[in-house]
């Protein structure tokens, strides 16, 4: 091998690729590589090979040895000089290579390259003094203490530079090859004095290199330390706790490492309950105490300890006096001389209240049954300090006492004390006094006294109007601070009172119990309903109730439909008080409500009810609003029905008076009217001139529709005249009161004109009519002038379309014998020839008052005594 030849130093870290020049290129451009190969100077044969000798260069043959490159080697001829690279250089790949170029022209030529492969640490391993391997942390150690580390490095290919930094901060460099066996080592040491605080946590690093391509290969320790705690302390200490509250008391130590363990401590009593917590640092512990002070902690020392239990020192304590505020502890005492199961009323009681309590008390306040007794003299209620006095003691006074104390805590109540104070019997009130019973029935009447002692004797006795008796034994029976008899009335003197008298060993009932036993009835109707709450389906009714008929008495409602009748609802109740549900809207309700017992039911009450309409859709579109303007109501709905109905009936009337009339008129107008007075039983009808009537007939009378009827009967042969005495003239006048009159005309003084006027109207007054069998005004005023056995009469009305049992004013069943409504009947030509029967007056009416001296005149209403008016 030809020394002189030129030498290229490459290093390359294992593992990297490399790149090995080689020179390719020539002077003369007609020359041409045909041939590159590549030598290791420990191997006598080529390890790659370019061959371009039988085409172009660039399209050269490649070659690599299987033993040496491998895949892991190409030639690359465009760089500058041309490089062999190799990866994943091995450590095996040292050596000396030789690179041999052979040109078509010149001369071959030969380089060689020296390839140094270097091998970074491979291996770290820190031990301490006794050789047990470290790896992330050294120690715990105390305060004060030192240590030694080694650091050894293996396969690190050339030797590496060992160092030790603390906190990044380089403290040794110091290394030295350790052999072991065929291997070698590299080994330094770090030697630690005085630790202190500061140095836990600190970091130890060692490092090694042996190149500046790869980063060092580094290990690092922390340094771990023990520590006792620093300080402990109790926070919010030394203030006042209150007795039955729950405390969160917090002790805190820092500087303890490990946390330091917290414990607590009551006179020398461990507490349990506690829950600690550890900062994230680990510097400060926190202890929560859950502390439920008692009275009897008061003035007892609470401490908080904190110790480091891996270490072997005392731990740190904190602690304060407790002062424990509790709320006033009461108890009530009855005075010394008195006796509690001796007090009766009329007697003097005083206690006294005896209060423990820190903060001391600074009221004190008496309590009977609950409520505060404030100071009362002339109610015998006297308080001074922390003692009661009642005077003159009554059953009103008996009941539990109680003394409550008041501090800053809050107030505090003794137990009570029941004070008994004994009384002879006096009657409970709101007991049933009355009592309904029949004829034979058995009734239990109960009498319920109040007295203290409860062991009383009763004594029973009946009143009436006849006699007093005492109820014998046998039928009174006793339980309790009751008296129960059995009572059945036989007849009607056993009706009366029943008086109920007790005593007991204080004294005799000085008022004894009264019960009234009367003849059971039907109860009375209810009074003062109303309908309240209406809405859309539903309405409450409420009523008071009435006198029960001496028997325990309910109520019963019905919910009809007004216009169809329809039961809606029934319901009953033991108060007149209804709620009525699930209605339709905007219908009209009848609500009958009575109350009923054993013996029957009352009268209904009825009353009308509306349910509430549903709301109407608004439009929003001006010709619907203003259509919307006006709308019907419900009530708005009934008047003009109202109105239309009166209006058809008055319609109806005028139209069949004038009818009637008329008639009239044609027959009196064919016929020879005679004057004169017709018989007073036909029908108490008179045509033509009035008894004493200078001034001619009346223009009434040519209008009377009883003329007619009259004069048919006149000349009717199978009607045979009465004679006309004055006791049937007195009866027929009396009988004449009960007229039904019907006026159209605009003015009734039109026709005290007519009456009084010298000149007779002869074309008759058409707008005044009386009803068939009546009697013409003027006929009747002058009869009541010319008979001097007629006096003045009161007037009366006549109501209009009543039934023979049932009329406007309610039922007839209440009328007298023979008293009862007669419905009018028009007359029929055929029954014009019957023979007219003398009736009575339909009822008895309420007379319109006037003064009895005052006399029919033309201002006199018409009257009829036979018939009703059907319109």
């Known amino acids: 091998m030809d020394n002189t030849m030129p030498i290229i130093d490459v290093h390359v870290v294992a593992g990297d690729p490399v790149y090995l020049p080689c020179d390719i290129s020539t002077s003369d451009p007609g020359d041409q590589v045909l041939l590159v190969l590549w030598y290791r100077e420990d191997l006598g044969t080529p390890i790659y090979s370019v061959d371009g000798r039988d085409r172009d260069f660039s399209l050269a043959e490649r070659w690599s040895d299987e033993n040496v490159f491998a895949n892991r080697a190409y030639f690359m001829p465009e760089k500058q000089p041309a490089e062999l690279g190799v990866d994943h250089i091995r450590e095996s790949d040292q050596a000396i290579y030789r690179c041999r170029v052979d040109f078509k022209i010149a001369q071959t030529r030969n380089s060689r390259v020296n390839l140094t492969v270097i091998v970074p640490p491979q291996k770290m391993v820190i031990t301490n003094e006794s050789g047990t391997s470290l790896t992330s942390v050294v120690g715990p150690f105390p305060e004060g203490s030192s240590f030694t580390l080694r650091c050894d490095v293996y396969g690190a290919k050339p030797p590496p530079i060992v160092t030790w930094s603390r906190n990044e901060v380089v403290v040794s460099n110091q290394s030295f090859v350790m052999p072991s066996g065929g291997s070698a080592y590299v080994r330094s040491e770090l030697r630690i004095t005085g630790l202190g605080r500061r140095d836990v946590h600190s970091e130890l690093t060692c490092r090694a290199s042996n190149n500046n391509k790869t980063p060092p290969l580094a290990a690092t320790l922390h340094v771990d330390m023990n520590f006792g705690p620093l300080d402990v302390k109790i926070l919010g200490a030394n203030q006042p706790l209150s007795a039955g509250r729950r405390y969160d008391l917090l002790c805190q130590s820092s500087g303890s490492r490990p946390p330091a363990s917290i414990t607590w401590w009551k006179n020398g009593q461990r507490l349990e309950r506690t829950k600690d917590t550890t900062s994230n640092d680990g510097n400060t512990t926190t202890s929560t105490l859950s502390f439920i002070p008692k009275k009897e902690d008061d003035g007892k020392y609470l401490s908080c300890r904190a110790e480091n239990k891996v270490m072997n020192a005392e731990g740190l304590e904190d602690g304060w006096q407790l002062e424990i505020h509790y709320t006033p502890e009461a108890q009530i005492i009855l005075g010394a001389s008195l006796n509690p199961d001796t007090i009766r009323e009329g007697s003097d009681v005083y206690f006294d209240c005896i209060v423990n309590a820190h903060p001391p008390v600074y009221k004190v306040e008496w309590r009977h049954n609950g409520r505060q007794l404030n100071i009362n003299v002339a109610g015998g209620i006297i308080v001074s300090n922390q003692s009661l006095v009642l005077q003159g003691v009554s059953r009103s006074t008996a009941g539990n006492y109680t003394c409550v104390g008041y501090n800053t805590e809050g107030d505090g109540e003794s137990k009570p004390f029941y004070l008994n104070v004994m009384y002879a019997p006096t009657c409970t009130p709101k007991q049933i006094n009355i009592y309904g019973v029949a004829k034979q029935e058995k009734a239990q009447i109960t009498c319920q006294v109040d007295a203290n002692p409860p062991d009383i004797q009763f004594k029973w006795t009946f009143n009436n109007s006849a006699d007093s008796v005492d109820v014998a034994q046998s039928h009174i029976a006793r339980s309790g601070t009751s008296s129960i008899v059995s009572y059945t009335p036989m007849t009607e003197l056993d009706y009366g009172t029943l008086l109920c008298y007790a005593s007991n060993k204080i004294g005799s009932q000085k008022v004894p119990c009264v019960f009234h036993i009367i003849a059971a009835g039907r109860p009375d109707q209810v009074h003062n309903c109303t309908v309240t709450n209406i809405s859309m389906t539903s309405f409450s009714v409420k009523c008071s109730e009435g006198f029960n008929g001496g028997l325990p008495q309910s109520f019963y409602l019905e919910v009809r439909e007004s216009e169809s009748q329809e039961l809606k609802s029934n319901l ?61 109501t419900p009530m708005m709905s009934v008047l003009i029905g109202v109105v239309s109905a009166l209006l058809i009936v008055a319609l109806v009337v005028i139209v069949v008076l004038r009818v009637q009339c008329s008639q009239d ?166 029954h014009q020839r019957q023979r007219p029967v003398h009736r009575e007056p339909p009822i008895p009416l309420q007379p319109i008052l006037q003064p009895p001296e005052e006399e029919s005149s033309v201002e006199t209403p018409l009257i009829i005594n036979k018939r009703e008016s059907t319109v």
């Open 665 to 830: 008129d044609r027959i009196k107008h064919n016929k020879n009217v005679a004057p004169g007075v017709v018989s007073l039983e036909h029908r108490g009808s008179v045509c033509g001139p009035a008894l004493g009537d200078k001034g001619g007939g009346s223009p009434i009378s040519k209008h009377e529709s009883s003329c007619g009827e009259y004069e048919s009967d006149e000349k009717n042969p199978d009607i045979i005249p009465q004679p006309v005495d004055e006791d049937f003239n007195n009866d027929y006048m009396r009988k004449r009161q009960h007229i039904s009159t019907i006026e159209t005309s605009p003015s009734r003084n039109l026709l005290h004109q007519a009456s009084n006027s010298a000149t007779p109207v002869t074309g008759g007054y058409i707008g005044y009519c009386t009803l068939r069998n009546g009697m013409p005004l003027h006929e009747l005023t002058t009869q009541s002038h010319s008979t001097s056995i007629v006096g003045p009469y009161p007037q009366y009305t006549l109501p209009r379309q009543a039934q023979p049992s049932q009329w406007q004013y309610g039922s007839v069943g209440h009328l007298p014998p023979g008293i009862y409504p007669i419905p009018y009947q028009n007359t029929h030509p055929s």
């Open 572 to 632: 009953s109740s033991p108060v007149p008080r209804f709620s009525v549900t699930r209605l339709e809207t905007g219908v009209q309700y009848q609500i009958s409500l009575f109350s009923y017992n054993s013996k029957g039911r009352s009268e209904p009450v009825i009353l009308q009810a509306f349910t509430l309409r549903l709301p109407e859709k608004q439009l929003t579109a001006e010709k619907d609003t203003q259509l919307a303007s006006f709308r019907f």
